[in-house]
């Protein structure tokens, strides 16, 4: 969990730092910074999903406490339905 809350805060000072910044210190319309934003954002989910794969993968719960948890929401949700 750590290293993809490293990544995301990386990628978004990354993104402040060469994207908005400039465009705000030109003084661009907002509607522009917006775009440019839009654009980086299909920009780098093009870029992850030619690296890791358009294969979903899972990783193990990093908590043990996290398959009780899911158990008993699912028999929650079975219960609720019923």
Do not use: D, N
Not at 38 to 62: D, E, F, H, K, N
């Amino acid at each position: 969990m750590l290293p993809g809350v490293i990544a995301a805060t990386a990628t978004g000072l990354l993104l402040w730092t060469f994207v908005i910044l400039p465009l705000w210190r030109r003084r661009s319309p907002s509607y522009v910074v917006l775009l440019e934003t839009i654009i980086v954002g299909a920009i780098v989910s093009t870029a992850a999903l030619v690296v890791l794969g358009p294969m979903p993968q899972t990783c193990r719960p990093g908590f043990p406490a996290s398959r009780s948890i899911s158990k008993a929401i699912v028999a929650w949700i079975r219960f609720s339905r019923t």
